[in-house]
Nanobody
Framework: VQLQASGGGLVQAGGSLRLSCAASGRTSRSYAIGWFRQATGKEREFVAA????????NYADSVKGRFTISRDNAKNTVYLQMNSLKPEDTAVYYC????????????????WGQGTLVTVSS
């Protein structure tokens, strides 16, 4: 499967963005999808994940209540709605896919898309 992340940009603190992760190749419903982010000089960290069918989700404590992960398997796309953005959310955001389960550890994912940059100004 190939993953294409998009939707990043520059937004003011308190604003919103919606990221998309489009899958091609095998249909996205065959994979659990995770979102990760990496700020400059920091390690890649888990943001959110969703199961193959979309019934189960998981979030990092730092984004709970502000971010929502969802999927539209008919469109082979997973979304990350980000509200009430903070400057500390600034990072390159990556989506990743795994056929087995939604993990919170990056090294367990088999497939990765390129990143999309989110910049939140104060």
């Amino acid at each position: 499967v190939q993953l294409q992340a998009s939707g990043g940009g520059l937004v003011q603190a308190g604003g919103s963005l919606r990221l998309s992760c489009a899958a091609s190749g095998r249909t996205s419903r065959s994979y659990a999808i995770g979102w990760f982010r990496q700020a400059t000089g920091k390690e890649r960290e888990f943001v959110a994940a969703i199961s193959r069918g979309g019934a189960n989700t998981n979030y990092a404590d730092s984004v709970k209540g502000r971010f929502t992960i969802s999927r539209d398997n008919a469109k082979n796309t997973v979304y990350l709605q980000m509200n009430s953005l903070k400057p500390e959310d600034t990072a390159v955001y990556y989506c990743a896919a795994d056929p087995d389960a939604m993990y919170s550890r990056a090294r367990l994912y088999d497939y990765w898309g390129q990143g999309t940059l989110v910049t939140v100004s104060s």
